[in-house]
Structures are given as C-alpha cells and as structure tokens.
C-alpha cells in the first residue's frame, strides 16, 4: 500500500508511532554499538566478552534469573554472551546445573536473590506464590516479568501486576515476554529485534533498557503499568492483520465458485443430462481463483479513490476518514499479498491442466471427431492469437504482482526511498490492474456476445469482476485530468477550501501615512 491516504501498493501505510510506544534512545557507547552493528550477523557464541570494558553502563553488571525452564535457559545463554554475570536461582540447582553455560552461576533462589538488583522472573503465574518466602531479601530489587497467558485476557489483572501486589517493596518491569527462546538462543537477526517494556518507574525502565540493548534488541517504552495486560495478549493473537483480508478472499472465492459450478457443471447436468462434476477439483477451482485475485486486487487500489474523493469533496486532508476506510486503508497489503497468492495458485493450476485424465480423453475424442468428418485443417486464426496474447498478457500481469508483493517486505521496503517506493506500489501497481484487465479481456474476447455462454441467464464470470477494476481505472483516468489532479495535490499539500489568512498591509498613501489595508488569500 501507499504511505499516503490517496496511494494504492501492496505495503501497509507507514504511520507515525505515539509517543507512548518511541523506542527508548540510550546512548551505549562500546559493547552495545558492537552487538547492535556487524557482530549481530555472527554466531551468538562468537562475540567476545564486554565484562571488562568501562564505558558500559550495563555489561559486566551481575543479573539474576529465577527459573530453569526454555526460556530461563535461553536468556541466560544470551546474558552470558552479551558480557554479563548470571546467577541462576533454582529449587534444585545441582540437577539444573548442567542445563545452563559454564560462565552463568547455578544456586538456590534464596542465594541468588542476594548477589544482584535486577532479577528476571521466568517462572509461570501460577508459581509466583512459591516466590513469597523470598518477600524479605526481594526489597528494593527489579523483577523483570518475562511471563505470558495461555488465553487472551485469562485473568482479570496482568501478570506483571499480579507480580507487584504480591512484592509490594519491589520495582516491577515488563518486558521480554514477546521475545522468544529461540531469538535469544540465535540472535536478534534471526527474530523480532522489539523488546516491549512497560513500568510504573521510570528509572526501572531505563535500567531495563539498557540491558535489552546490550544485548542487541530494541526496547520500546510502552508506557505505564498498566500496559502489561496489551503487550501480553500480543504473543496470543494469532495474525491479528490478516481476518478481515482473509475472510474477504474467501467470501469471494465462495462466491465466485458457487457462480462458476452452477455455471460450469449444474447447467449441463440439469440442461443436457452431462455428468461434468469431474470438474469440480481442478477446472472450476482454476476459473474461481483469478477471479478472486483480480477482484482483490482492485479492492487494494479502490480505498485510495475512496480517499481522493472525500479529500475533493470536504476540501482538506485534515478531516478524518470513516472508520471501515481507514481499517480497509490499514489492510491494503494484506489484501494484496493474498490476490498475488490466488494468482500464483492459478498459473500452478493453469499448468496442471493438460495433466488431467479427462484432458487426454477429450484430445483423443476431438482427434477421432476430426478424423471422422475428414477434416484436415482445424486452425482457427483468431484464436490462436488470442491464447498467445493471453497467455503473454497473464505471465507479465504475474511478474508484476512478484514484484510488488517482494517489495511489500519489510527488509526490501525499508531499503527504497520515497520515490521508489511509490513508483513501484503506486504506478508499477497500477499498471498490474491495466495489465491484469487487459489479460481478463483478452480471455473473454466476444464470447460477452455470444448468447450460448448465459447459462441459466447468468453472464460470463469474468465480465462480474471486470466491475470494480473498470471503475478504479476509471477513477484514475478521471484523477488524472490537470483541474482535478492539481487540486488533489494543493490538498495533500495542506491547502484547505474555505479557508484564508488575513494580512494587514501599511497603506501607501503617503509617505508618513499610518493608514492601513488589508488583504484576503
């Protein structure tokens, strides 16, 4: 999708984070620009160690982390490997012992508890009551809670303040939680770089900040305590961006095979006593996917002619949208990763066509046909061209969808500028709609006219999905006429109808005259 309103593409639009959710800025000088940089791409256990190095304000530091589970162990190969000491807290440290890296420290929770400030809790909720007997050396400490439900909202409080009531004299953080076991283990290039930190103590936070940096992530200061229970809920969700697009594509494969199947195989079985539910796997499936794809890859371009002509009409960029058109805006490139799925599943299944058993028992009955009726010369011009230019139209419409949905990648998209990017999801995008219309067309040639193609009075599939598609490029076309095009711009830019600035201007009547006029713009 476009980055602006108004723009279409296959990549989400780029918004402004809030303020509650800036990445921290911590100036690290030393170890932490090191892991940040070129020694990410490294094996985990080839960096070398920060313990002795100064300038950190956090390597070298001992911290603690109570449990002994996937992920405890996890984090302290990381913490290990990123300069710091490690003491591991557990109930049974002799039979644990040899789960953990040689450099980290393995004794009881009591003991460990003592030997630093900053202590991760890695241990499930349900667990936390086997932490009060260690109330009294846990005063003044940091408990970083790393913990997650199984359900989304599973409790009436989140874990972290379940944590904080239950050690009212500690400093509870929040955070790492949307980190997995195997990111730790592998490295942050491996996984998502985002360490999600939430607290009531600002300096907690920072101390906790810190450490996620040295050890390669990135923290994002998600704001208050009362946080906790959103960014917990995030690791359950599943695909939170992609419903609404992929209850949309199926609605429209639904559809769209209901059509093709009354068409294709009831029509004949109910008109001509011909059994073609054989078709039902392969060919009717083949017919329902381009449909969806072209369909879908309108829809990805026609919120943005939504948007221009709200702009046009209220005169502003300034008035908010709809609620449905700025979700549907948010899910363009969801929407069209799945149209460039369908049309990829449709070239597969194109190319599987002649491998079909009632392919080959068709071509031998047309052969006998044609031998029967003596017929020497089946070539029919206009068709051959036809196929070719299908054929041809439909392999370039699919190589420009490749292209968009490659760059619709975040590692690809943040490596293009401004320019690129819009030249590619808006105008290279567009020109996949032309193209994608040309091969649809080409496809249906004058069988629109032909009155033995409206099966039970029904038209053609592919003149239903030439709608949508006709009416963006239309729109377009229409956009792009100069009076229109450069008031859309003047609005993109700031310009607001109905609005002027007054400037009052010395009168030059005279050389000494202090009279006074004024001017409208």
């Given at each position: 999708?476009?980055?602006e ?12 984070r ?73 109930r ?19 003991e ?30 940091i ?10 909202n ?36 491996d996984?998502n ?45 599943l ?72 702009q046009?009409y ?24 799945l149209s460039?799925?369908c ?28 031998a ?8 029919v ?23 968009l ?11 293009l500028?401004?320019?690129e ?16 219309t ?26 239903l ?12 076309v ?44």
């Open positions: 999708m476009g980055r309103g108004g723009a279409g593409g296959l990549t989400s639009e780029r918004l402004p809030s303020p509650r959710t800036a990445p921290l800025a911590l100036p690290l000088p030393g170890p932490a620009q090191r892991m940040s940089g070129g020694d990410m791409a490294k094996p985990l256990l080839g960096h070398r160690s920060v313990e002795g190095d100064p300038t950190a304000p956090a390597a070298g530091r001992t911290i603690g982390v109570l449990g002994s589970g996937d992920f405890a162990r996890s984090l302290a190969i990381r913490l290990v490997c990123s300069g710091f000491k490690v003491v591991v807290g557990s049974n440290p002799k039979r644990k012992a040899g789960l953990f890296p040689s450099a980290a420290e393995v004794t009881f929770q009591a460990a508890v003592k030997k630093t400030d900053v202590i991760f809790v890695a241990v499930f909720r349900e667990h936390y009551s086997t932490l009060c007997d260690l109330a009294d050396v846990l005063v003044g400490k408990l970083v809670d790393v913990s997650n439900n199984t359900e989304i599973h409790h009436k409080e989140s874990n972290a303040e379940y944590l904080a009531s239950l050690f009212p004299a500690c400093t509870v953080v929040k955070g790492f939680n949307v980190v997995s076991a195997w990111t730790l283990q592998s490295g942050a290039r996984g770089k985002q360490v999600l930190i939430c607290s009531n103590n600002q300096e907690a936070k920072r101390t906790i900040a810190e450490i996620a940096q040295v050890m390669g992530f990135t923290p994002i200061d998600m704001g208050c305590m009362s946080s906790a229970c959103e960014i917990e809920n995030i690791p359950l969700r695909l939170p961006a992609w419903k609404i697009p992929i209850f949309l594509s199926l609605g429209l494969f639904l559809c769209f095979f209901t059509y093709n199947l009354v068409r294709q195989v009831i029509h004949p079985y109910i008109r001509e006593q011909k059994n073609k539910f054989y078709k039902i796997p392969i060919e009717v499936v083949n017919t329902t996917l381009p449909c969806v794809a072209y369909v879908m890859l309108s829809l990805v371009y026609l919120p943005g002619v939504l948007a221009a002509c709200l046009l209220y005169g502003t960029k300034y008035r908010r949208f709809p609620d449905w058109l700025d979700q549907w805006l948010q899910h363009r490139k969801q929407i069209g990763l460039f799925f049309a990829a599943l449709h070239a597969v299944y194109s190319l599987c066509l002649p491998m079909r058993r009632s392919h080959r028992y068709q071509l031998i009955e047309t052969a006998v046909k044609q029967v009726e003596k017929k020497m010369n089946i070539w011009e206009e068709e051959v061209w036809r196929m070719e230019i299908y054929i041809s139209v439909g392999i370039i419409a699919l190589g420009l969808l490749s292209l949905a490659i760059t619709s990648l975040p590692s690809i998209a943040n490596s500028n401004w320019r990017f819009s030249f590619i999801q808006s105008t290279l995008g567009f020109i996949a709609l032309l193209i994608s040309l091969h649809t067309l080409t496809y249906g040639w004058s069988r629109a006219f032909d009155e033995n193609q409206y099966k039970f009075y029904l038209p053609p599939t592919y003149t999905t030439l709608l949508v598609p006709c009416t963006v490029i239309l729109a377009k229409i956009f792009s006429l100069p009076c229109i095009h450069h008031r859309l711009v003047r609005i993109r830019r700031g310009w607001e109808k109905g609005r002027y600035v007054k400037f009052v201007l010395p009168s030059a009547t005279g050389d000494y005259s202090s009279g006074e006029t004024s001017s409208h713009v």
